[in-house]
């Protein structure tokens, strides 16, 4: 079975912090992607990357940033929290035999104050 | 980025009754799949369909790919309480395996 674990289930943290999302797949899949979810407004692309080093801005990415030093391992960087960055965030990988499905961590819901 | 159409948005239904959800794009999509998140959790795989026509069953859950590649429908037989969640629809967009779309979600409540 597929494992994409997101580092920290809950996170509570204060305006103008630098934010730290962790996610690590199992599978050696080549494309990973953060999405966060708000009410209303479903699944919103924020960052994708197709293989170590690379990245490609989604739909949302302003207030956020991404790295990719290992293939296994992509993280989400908030670079100053802002309160409008209050949300679940999502991490998902694609790739190996299966291209066409998206498979997701638990998720990380994160609170800024 | 662009959603898929799915409704109904929320259901609240008897424990014991079926159900039924759908989506829609203007877009073919050449997969569709159908995830569940319940509360507070990341969206897990249900079903994943790759052909037009295609009828998939997962224990309780159908889901069918519909016959203009534009559309697909879920149901859940007999509902029982730990069905409750969100139910949506995804698939990646043809050829461009970095870009999926999504539904906007269907809420299930079950009353025992």
């Known amino acids: 079975d597929v494992k994409v674990t997101q580092s920290s289930r809950y996170l509570v943290k204060r305006t103008g912090e630098k934010v730290f999302l962790e996610c690590v797949q199992d599978?050696?899949?080549?494309?990973m992607f953060w999405y966060r979810q708000d009410p209303g407004l479903g699944l919103r692309l924020i960052y994708f990357?197709?293989?170590?080093?690379?990245?490609e801005k989604g739909d949302i990415p302003e207030g956020y940033s991404v790295s990719r030093e290992k293939k296994e391992r992509f993280s989400l960087i908030l670079e100053s929290a802002s309160t409008n960055q209050t949300s679940m965030y999502l991490c998902?990988?694609?790739?190996?035999?299966?291209?066409?499905?998206?498979?997701f961590g638990a998720g990380t819901r994160l609170s800024v104050l | 980025g662009q959603q898929l159409n799915q409704s109904p948005q929320s259901m609240f239904i008897q424990e014991g009754e079926d159900v039924s959800m759908n989506c829609t794009s203007s877009?073919?999509?050449?997969?569709w799949l159908w995830y569940k998140q319940d509360p507070g959790e990341g969206p897990v795989l249900l079903i994943a369909?790759?052909?037009?026509?295609e009828l998939t069953s997962n224990g309780r859950l159908t889901a069918q790919f519909g016959i203009t590649r534009k559309d697909s429908f879920l149901n859940i037989s007999a509902s029982i309480p730990s069905d409750v969640g969100i139910y949506f629809c995804?698939?990646?967009?043809?050829?461009?395996?970095?870009?999926?779309?999504f539904g906007s979600g269907t809420k299930l409540n079950v009353k025992p």
């Open positions: 998902a990988s694609v790739g190996g035999r299966v291209t066409n499905i998206q498979y």
């Open positions: 877009s073919i999509f050449n997969t």
């Open positions: 369909l790759y052909k037009a026509g």
């Open positions: 995804a698939g990646p967009v043809a050829y461009n395996f970095n870009k999926f779309y």
């Open positions: 990357s197709y293989d170590v080093k690379m990245k």
């Open positions: 599978m050696d899949h080549e494309n």
